[in-house]
């Protein structure tokens, strides 16, 4: 006769049971994450970018933006602090060498030329004044000297006959040093009145010559505010096109402010635009390639200007095809600075799988299963990058994002 089992048994028989089915489930769960691991998720071929590796060459490029300006560009400036009088030219039309652009209020450097010009004639009638007064100096000291002489003469005689008549006992010895007194305060006379005359030539001489001086400073302030009055009517520097003109009539302008700027027509350079981290990288001479839409025009670097603002370096290219019909003033341009080339290399279109250079896991598509590999990535000019290591001739790759599938080591390729 069956005996009922204890209560004790029943819920140990439970528990052992529900322990089997945990891990029956378990392992489930497990072989399937392992069968995923395995196969892998599935993707449509149409929605990603497939790309297959050849052989050839590449050239490592900076990538810089660019602007086209002219090869030769002038600015005309302000030479004074005034306002526009007059504009006789239009933004855009082709000038010729000295053809007049503009007018300035002229009338502060009118007002200056005639105030120099009043002291310069003060100065030449200082001079005048000067050479005068020397001459008429002159003459009072020549007439004074003339007549010294006249009475040294008489002294002199007056003395030579006290000195007979003093041997006679004529005169006596009082009488006799009395004339020659009388010599010797004529004779000092006289040559006091001869250094005279040159003390009034060298003194009237030197102010003469500090106004000859003064007046030599004021023709050349003249020249320049002639000078000045010359550039108020701002002329063409040479033949070409008026790409810049101050064109408000009335308008302020300051010393020194861009009034026009002329350009030569059909006669183009690059200045390109980069970040002061390639800066190191860069020298002039090196091979560039200049894109516009489908046009591609060859060049080299001239010039790297050495001042570097905001983290941006800029250099100046000159174009194998300077006057290429594409080319216009400001236009935006991609420029390619080739830094390194090579040939009989490993290439691939260039896409979001690959993120510089060095060691990568993208994704080798073979038999319809893409299968995680890790290349070896070298050089790249936006395009197509070069592949070092990993992968060989034929081999086809995804190129597109494929970051959701990052933590997966085979993807099927569901066509």
Known sequence: MDQPLSPHITVRRRATIALVVAAVLATVCLAAWGLNRA???????????????????????????????PVHEEQVASPIQSRVAK???????????????????????????????????LQENRIVALTQELDQKRKQLVSAI???????????????RYQTLRKAGGVSAEDLLTAELNVQRNEIALRQQQELIEDSRRATSTNIDGARLQKNILNKQLQEQ????????????????????????????????????????????????????HARALDPGQAVLVEQGNVKLRGVVQTILPEI?????????VLDEPH??????????????????????LLVDAGPAFNGRGPQDVFVVRDGVARKTTLDIGAGDGK????????????????????????????????
């Open 324 to 345: 290429h019909a594409m080319l216009r003033n400001k236009l935006r341009v991609e420029v390619n600075i080739i830094t390194e080339q090579k040939k009989n290399t």
């Open 146 to 160: 003339e007549l010294l002489q006249l009475d040294l003469q008489a002294t002199r005689v007056r003395l030579g």
């Open 384 to 415: 197509v990058v070069e592949i070092l290591q990993g992968a060989r001739a034929g081999d086809r790759l995804i190129t597109s994002d494929t970051s959701r599938y990052q933590d997966r080591d085979t993807v099927r390729i569901d066509h």
């Open 87 to 121: 504009v006789h030219a239009r933004l855009g039309q082709q000038v010729q060498a000295g053809d007049l652009l503009l007018e300035l209020d002229n009338r502060s450097v009118v007002l200056a030329i005639d105030n120099i010009r009043e002291q310069l004639a």
């Open 39 to 69: 196969v892998g998720a599935s993707v449509a071929a149409d929605s990603v970018t497939i790309a297959t590796v050849r052989a050839g060459g590449i050239a490592n490029t900076i990538n810089a933006s660019g602007i086209v300006i």
């Open 226 to 277: 002639q000078q000045l009055l010359a550039q108020t009517a701002v002329r063409a520097p040479f033949a070409g096109m008026l790409s810049s003109l101050l064109a408000d009539e009335g308008a302020s302008v300051a010393i020194g402010q861009m009034l026009a700027r002329v350009s030569e027509p059909n006669n183009y350079k690059v200045e390109a635009s980069l970040s002061d981290f």
């Open 309 to 317: 603002q905001n983290g941006t370096v800029k250099l100046l290219v």
